[in-house]
């Protein structure tokens, strides 16, 4: 069993929990999730890592209620326990190198986000991180990211932060002099591909695993979280 020490509601639809797992905590990196299961009868779920302590022994994940699983995720309290969390799975994301990079995350992707931009602050990178939501009441991890970059800005649709626009305006700002980028959701893809295309560089693309992918240009990295609807996430997993 793992004991929930912590659980935290982030805003009326996104909860954070801290479970102790020291064994887990010793080897995981960021970009790469555990499975879990609440007990017995329940599904297998899988989460990525949002923070890790080694010394403590504990896992942040961060998740929102949107399944039976995930809605009973987040009824329960500290001094529960889940029956399974098992990893670190998949393959971490390859951060090594870069001396100034801009890490990107909208909505939920900000929880995924984070742990690659508090890899590359905490080893001497300059990071910007740029997050969007759809108004400041949605806006995650604000604290954390100030903590863990060297600037950030968040953006929202509404403009009721006083940031009114979307990331890749402010990613456009920013990317002339920018190491490597992370960003989370398909549509941004396509920015990217315009980017590229203005910067007459060449791409070659590379997956590690199904849910990450990463392209390389010559001086600009990009890394991403894509979001695919499930049916294709099956048909994709043992590609």
């Not at 990009?222 to 979001?227: E, L, M, R, T, Y």
Request: proline share 5%; with cysteine; glycine share 8%.
């Amino acid at each position: 069993m793992y004991p929930i020490e912590q659980v935290e509601a982030l805003n009326p639809e996104v909860t954070r929990m801290v479970v102790r797992a020291p064994e887990i905590a010793k080897k995981i990196k960021p970009g790469q999730f555990i499975m879990l299961r609440i007990d017995e009868q329940g599904e297998r779920i899988p989460l990525t890592m949002n923070d890790c302590d080694p010394e403590a022994g504990t896992i942040t994940i961060i998740f929102q209620a949107v399944g039976a699983t995930t809605i009973r995720l987040a009824q329960m309290k500290a001094g529960d326990a889940l029956q399974d969390f098992a990893g670190p799975l998949g393959n971490p994301t390859e951060l090594e190198g870069a001396k100034r990079a801009c890490v990107i995350g909208g909505g939920l992707g900000t929880a995924i986000a984070f742990p690659q931009a508090k890899w590359l602050y905490d080893h001497g990178c300059e990071v910007d991180v740029i997050t969007g939501f759809r108004n400041k009441d949605l806006v995650l991890l604000e604290d954390e990211i100030d903590r863990h970059s060297t600037r950030q800005i968040i953006m929202t649709d509404d403009g009721s932060n006083g940031n009114k626009g979307l990331v890749t305006q402010a990613l456009q700002q920013r990317s002339r002099n920018t190491h490597s980028v992370r960003l989370h959701q398909t549509i941004r893809i396509r920015f990217i591909r315009s980017m590229r295309s203005h910067r007459a560089v060449p791409i070659r693309w590379r997956t590690s695993f199904w849910m990450n992918a990463a392209a390389r240009l010559q001086n600009f990295s990009i890394f991403w979280k894509i979001s695919f609807p499930a049916q294709y996430r099956r048909a994709m997993r043992w590609c």
